[in-house]
């Protein structure tokens, strides 16, 4: 990626000299507990969906201090970009776009949500329109997802964006009460509409990054390994050794890619209706 020199994000707080915190609060949608721990396992996205239960203590992987300060640098450049991208599109349709805040932070962090824990992953709480990460995760998709790269940093990034986008357009809103009445099964597919629809989102953001040239060579395609890494049928596949697809709450990897690059060719969010 070429991002350095890039202008950085100022809606960023830097919470790692503070230590970890335990707030308390309430989940902000109805995701069943295999779901918990297998993001609890795997580092995969909640959503926001971070409520008061014991995740274990998966360890994050390390990262060298020079890593970790280009990676930080890195993130906030990615935050500015997808700050211009999702600007411009609700500027064009008459709406203003209300930029989320990117947290940055070691172990856990007190949220809106609930208690953020890095071994969660990278994730968005509605609550309090907050992007959480742990830059750990970046060792942590190359060494226990096969996901390596910037880019592929990136586009989790982006897709976490995509879920504070769909908060501004009510579409959390609108899944979260469809949820509270639906089984369980039900309200895992509404999830994985979510998802897929972040994703898509996410591809928006990338079409736009390979235009700028914020994207070179080989990056379009550590993002789509990225995408495909995070899908439901890998990682069960992965951790049990079968998969149970009613459980699944955020697609499939060939969906995952697949809506990844809808939105990446169409450039255009109003093609991301999963739903």
């Known amino acids: 990626m070429r991002w350095q020199g890039r202008r950085e994000s100022s809606n960023v707080e830097d919470r790692r000299s503070s230590g970890g915190g335990f707030g308390r609060g309430r989940p902000t949608g109805i995701l069943g507990l295999i779901i918990i721990l297998v993001g609890a396992y795997y580092g995969v996205d909640l ?6 239960v014991d995740v274990g203590t998966t360890q994050s992987s390390p990262l060298q201090s020079q890593q970790e300060d280009q990676l930080f640098k890195l993130s906030k450049v ?6 211009e991208v999702w600007t411009a599109y609700f500027s064009k349709n008459n709406r203003q776009y209300v930029e989320p805040r990117m947290v940055i932070y070691n172990g856990a962090t007190p949220t809106a949500c609930g208690t953020g824990q890095s071994a969660m992953g990278p994730f968005y709480c509605p609550n309090d329109q907050r992007v959480y990460l742990d830059l750990s995760f970046y060792n942590d998709m190359k060494n226990k997802l096969g996901a390596a790269g910037e880019s592929a940093f990136a586009y989790v990034i982006a897709h976490e964006v995509g879920h504070h986008v769909q908060n501004l357009l009510g579409t959390l809103t609108q899944v979260h009460r469809l ?17 897929l629809q972040a994703d898509c989102y996410a591809g928006v953001w990338a079409s736009q ?22 899908g439901d049928d890998r990682l069960q596949k992965r951790r049990q050794g ?8 955020h697609g499939t990897s060939t969906q995952r890619l697949q809506w990844f690059k809808v939105g990446l060719t169409s450039a255009n969010p109003a093609q991301c209706n999963t739903f």
């Not at 990615?78 to 700050?83: A, I, K, N």
């Not at 990054?209 to 995070?230: M, T």
């Open 179 to 195: 949820q509270s009445r639906a089984s369980r099964a039900e309200a895992n597919q509404l999830s994985v509409k979510l998802e």
């Open 209 to 230: 990054a390979v235009k700028s040239g914020l994207f070179e060579s080989g990056d379009i395609e550590k993002a789509f390994n990225a995408a495909e890494s995070v």
């Open 78 to 83: 990615v935050l500015g970009d997808t700050e």
């Open 47 to 52: 959503s926001g969906l971070v409520g008061e």
């Open 242 to 249: 079968y998969v149970v697809p009613d459980s699944f709450t």
